[in-house]
């Protein structure tokens, strides 16, 4: 399904965030990635659609390498790559409907989408899935209205409306508390068996990925030092992909990103409004 | 506690003494040598009170019957405001997309925002209506055009700020699904920036009422015509009509203005 | 790819929850809205003879314009304006702070009666609605052209801005120490210098920098109608199409208004 082979990405400030990743995907399986803070690893799974270029490699998804595709290729390419975000990445002044609909924006006119136009069957489909992912019901509410579980929940129903070939997340419950996060990873791995999606996931928490994933990649400083089940996940693992000193925390607390997400909103002061004269 | 005494004692520091006492005397003595320098008469000076009180007398009652005449030139004073704040956005939009640092195309292009900016703002409405008038003759679309380049740097100032402020995951999100660009701006970018364009619109256009209502003074069109003809003619009545009338529209756009901002918050 | 296709009992159709009672009427008022500008535009329509008109005469305008005169005389006369303008604005905000304080303590809600606060925010309103010109040329009548009536114009235009924002500073104290004072047996004015003003000092010392900033800007324009300042000699610049003068003198305007805001600026920042 999906092949990444040799990866290499080298930022323009010359970091080398990836040292040739090869891996993959295959069938229905739920593949994660673990690693310390500054692995690579959300780069890995930004280089597979392309919202950051890959210097290097090669990614072949259903049997065409995305890295060579042209503008207008990649956009076809990225309708059958759902992605799911650490910090959900919901239109956040857009209904929960708006939102979920536009996993489908790639299959639209620019007329449509203005119109906010879907064929039925996407309709139909997103209050499914939105009863699915257990936040029927809330489809007229705006998505800056809702907690962090819940949003996520959309973002997961946005991606799955996409019918996509395979589901690529990054980082799903690094700002979510750790009950929610659980209950976000049962949810999201559950959907993709129903669907029959393969999930490719680079998650933070080993505990995670331990008990919802199908097979483990382990990288460390832009390689991948470790490959296997959750049964051969030893210790001697753990060190092999932590060794380079322990797992440093996150760069921010989840209510940080949270708030980041307000979108901006005018406040004109008396101030401004004196200046003008 | 600790903060209070801290300030306390900042207070009380001789330095900070001197400074505040240096202040205060510098700025006696430059409003008094300024009143020196106007040469005001004091026989003038004397009488201003009861000059003014003479004017107020002279204007009561207003005149009522006066107030349909001048409909005509108060909805004129609201279109210019209108008119002027459209024309405004309109030059407003590119010059924004240049002046926000994340989407500026070209260093010379951000310069040239920046600028822009600047150089309408510094510039007051009557300034440009004098222009305008010199180019289109008197009339409304002087007072128009004097509103609309008065009002781009500050639409424009705003809405760089807006789009600054942009949430790049957002775009993101529509972008990782196949959204072409058009896509990306119907979903990611237009649904941002809404809140603050209308918001600076409509704050704007409510500012625009009110210098609507002087560029008349130099011949551009609305109430500010019918100000000066009656000052000019010594109706006094009529002046106060007018001024309960400018009270009243300028009154009137604020409260729309505060409504629209919040219905789109 | 997917397994499960969409199943019966869910909606096909999704509307937008939308502030209008329905679609229609959505539709009705952005045509509305488009007709009535529409109408405006027309309504100040230059005819084509104006606009060629206008063309020549921004050509000429433009030509005339540049360079900006620079001569000792115009220099000196600009000059001499200027500093007319920078007087007025010291002056008008001297004596503007100090009638506006009292309208200001008036205009709190929490320190005066009903009766009047209503009268505190009147004045406020009216202040702010009626533009400093409008008050100039009034007072031009009243008090004969010159600086005097800039200044009392912008005496008058004070309290909209000033009163209005220290009132709600005035709203925001803490009611402890005004109490304390109470407390403690203070009569009213005791209780304003004692418990309500140290409160606020610091933020009105940064209105009074930010008033003079906008007084700056508006005592360069008040000599449009006669009321003293750079605006006199503006205007008869335009009067007597001398348009390079004109444009030195608006270079002039310019330079001064934006040392203003920076001066305004690095003090408010200073007192806070």
């Excluded at chain 1, 080993?206 to 390689?223: C, F, K, M, N, S």
């Excluded at chain 1, 693992?237 to 980041?260: L, N």
Aim: glycine share 8%; proline share 4%.
């Amino acid at each position: 399904m999906l092949e990444i082979t040799d990866l290499e990405k080298v930022y323009s400030t010359g970091d080398e965030a990836l040292k040739g990743v090869s891996m993959d995907v295959e069938g229905e399986e739920v593949v994660s990635i673990i690693g310390p803070s500054g692995a690579g690893k959300s780069t890995l799974i930004r280089c597979i659609n392309r919202l950051t270029e890959p210097t290097a490699g090669s990614i072949v998804l259903d049997g065409e390498d995305v890295t060579t595709m042209s503008k207008s290729e990649l956009r076809n390419a990225r309708r059958d790559m759902g992605m799911i975000f650490q910090e959900f990445n919901l239109v956040e002044r857009l209904t929960v409907m708006e939102n979920v609909l536009s996993g489908r924006v790639g299959y639209i006119s620019t007329m449509q989408a203005l119109r906010r136009n879907f064929p039925e069957e996407d309709v139909q489909r997103a209050y499914e899935v939105l009863d699915r992912v257990g936040v029927g019901g809330m489809e007229n509410k705006r998505a800056d209205e809702l907690s962090g579980g819940q949003r996520q929940r959309i973002g997961i129903a946005r991606a799955v409306l996409q019918r996509p070939k395979i589901l690529l997340v990054d980082e799903p419950t690094s700002a979510l508390d750790p009950e929610t996060s659980f209950a976000v990873m049962e949810l999201l791995t559950e959907i993709a068996r129903e669907e029959g999606i393969p999930v490719l996931i680079n998650i933070h928490e080993v505990e995670l990925a331990l008990e919802y994933t199908d097979r483990i990649v382990g990288l460390a400083d832009g390689e991948v030092v470790f490959k296997g089940t959750p049964d051969e996940f030893d210790q001697g693992a753990r060190d092999t992909i932590y060794r380079a000193g322990e797992s440093r925390e996150d760069q921010s607390t989840p209510g940080e990103q949270v708030q980041k997400q307000q979108s901006a909103s005018v406040d004109i002061s008396d101030a401004d409004r004196e200046t003008s004269y | 506690m600790s903060v209070e005494n801290q300030t306390e004692w900042r207070k009380h520091s001789p330095r900070y003494h001197i400074a505040r006492w240096a202040a205060i005397v510098a700025s006696i003595a430059v409003v008094v040598l300024s009143w020196r320098e106007l040469n005001v008469t004091y026989e003038f000076l004397i009488f201003t009170p009861r000059n003014l009180a003479d004017l107020f007398v002279r204007m009561t009652p207003p005149d009522w019957a006066y107030s349909i005449d001048i409909l005509p030139p108060l909805i004129e004073t609201v279109n210019i405001a209108i008119l002027g704040t459209g024309l405004a956005v309109l030059i407003a939009l590119p010059i924004a997309y240049m002046g926000a640092e994340n989407t500026a195309p070209h260093p010379i292009a951000y310069a040239f925002g920046k600028f822009m900016i600047v150089a309408t703002r510094s510039v007051n409405v009557i300034i440009w209506a004098l222009f305008f008038v010199v180019i289109f003759g008197t009339g409304a679309l002087a007072g128009v055009l004097a509103v609309a380049f008065r009002s781009i740097g500050f639409v424009s100032k705003l809405i760089a700020e807006g789009i600054e402020e942009i949430d790049t995951g957002q775009t993101e999100a529509i972008k990782a699904m196949g959204g072409s660009p058009m896509d990306v701006a119907i979903y990611g970018i237009v649904p941002q920036i809404k809140p603050t364009f209308v918001g600076v619109t409509t704050y704007r256009w409510d500012i625009n009422v009110r210098e609507a209502t002087v560029i008349g003074l130099v011949g551009a069109g609305g109430i500010g015509v019918e100000l000066n003809t009656s000052v000019d003619f010594l109706q006094w009545p009529r002046v106060l009509t007018i001024l309960i009338a400018i009270l009243g529209i300028v009154l009137v756009s604020e409260v729309v203005s505060a409504y629209l901002r919040k219905k789109v918050s | 790819m997917s397994k499960s296709e969409p199943s019966a009992g869910y909606p096909e159709t999704w509307e937008r929850p939308s502030v209008f009672y329905n679609e229609y009427v959505k539709y009705v008022v952005y045509l509305a809205i488009i007709l009535f500008v529409l109408w405006s535009a027309w309504a100040v329509r230059p005819s084509v003879e104006r606009v060629m008109g206008g063309i020549d005469a921004a050509s000429i305008l433009l030509s005339t314009m540049f360079p900006p005169d620079l001569s000792p005389i115009a220099l000196e006369r600009t000059y001499g304006g200027m500093v007319e303008s920078i007087a007025m604005a010291f002056v008008a905000t001297a004596i503007g702070v100090v009638l506006s304080l009292p309208v200001a303590v008036m205009a709190a809600e929490n320190l005066v009666p009903r009766p009047v606060y209503y009268v505190g925010r009147a004045i406020v309103s009216v202040s702010r609605a009626l533009h400093e010109l409008v008050l100039a040329i009034i007072c031009v009548v009243a008090v004969g052209l010159g600086p005097l009536a800039g200044v009392i114009a912008l005496v008058f235009a004070t309290p909209g801005f000033f009163a209005k924002l220290l009132a709600e500073d005035l709203e925001d104290i803490d009611e402890g120490q005004v109490d304390a004072i109470r407390a403690s047996g203070g009569n009213s004015l005791q209780v304003l210098l004692y418990g309500v003003a140290p409160q606020v000092i610091p933020r009105m010392v940064g209105l009074i920098i930010y008033r003079w900033d906008i007084n700056i800007r508006a005592s360069t324009i008040v000599g449009i109608v006669g009321a003293g300042g750079i605006g006199v000699t503006l205007l008869n610049s335009f009067e007597r199409y001398e348009y390079d003068f004109a444009l030195t003198i608006i270079l002039a305007i310019i330079a001064v208004v934006m040392v203003g805001e920076i001066a305004s600026a690095i003090a408010r920042r200073r007192v806070q």
